[in-house]
């Protein structure tokens, strides 16, 4: 982050021009003509002072950073991680529906074929039971034979 603030800072001078006094020296040539008569004739230099209005620029200076281009910076990479995200979801999602809609063949055949089977076996009871019905309805009217012919064997014994 501190490398995206560094990039997108400028530095700004936003000074002021400020009138200031000062004190300035200079130096006033003066001839000497009293005190001791072997100087007399001879420079000296007296220190004098004036005010001096001087105007100086006083530096201020403001770091601006560009928010919108660190922002940009900062969330491209993870716009792009987005994006690949999304195509790989994509991608997942047909790959995982494949695999789910084989899977799901695959079990529905198994329950064809369990349905198939319990099928053909419904089949048999209900030929079985039909063949159980029809001995049953045979061995009925053989009974029925039989008693009438105990009874007609009775019949001539009891006569």
Do not use: C
Not at 14 to 23: A, D, L, M, P, S
Not at 90 to 103: G, L, N, P, T
Not at 112 to 140: R, V
């Amino acid at each position: 982050m501190d490398k995206l603030l560094r990039n997108q800072t400028q530095t700004v001078d936003e000074g002021k021009n400020v009138t200031r006094t000062k004190r300035v020296s200079y130096k006033e040539k003066k001839t000497n003509w009293f005190w001791e008569p072997w100087n007399w004739g001879t420079d000296r230099y007296e220190t004098k002072w004036y005010d001096k209005k001087v105007t100086e620029w006083e530096a201020n200076f403001v770091d601006y950073v560009n928010m919108s281009a660190v922002v940009t910076e900062y969330f491209h990479p993870i716009q792009h991680q987005l994006e690949h995200a999304k195509k790989a979801v994509a991608e997942h999602a047909k790959k995982e529906s494949v695999r789910i809609k084989e899977q799901m063949k695959a079990f529905l055949v198994k329950i064809d074929q369990n349905l198939q089977n319990k099928l053909n076996e419904l089949k048999q009871s209900m030929e079985k039971s039909q063949q159980t019905k029809a001995e049953i309805e045979k061995q009925e009217s053989d009974l029925e034979w039989m008693k009438g012919i105990i009874e007609r064997v009775n019949g001539l014994i009891n006569f």
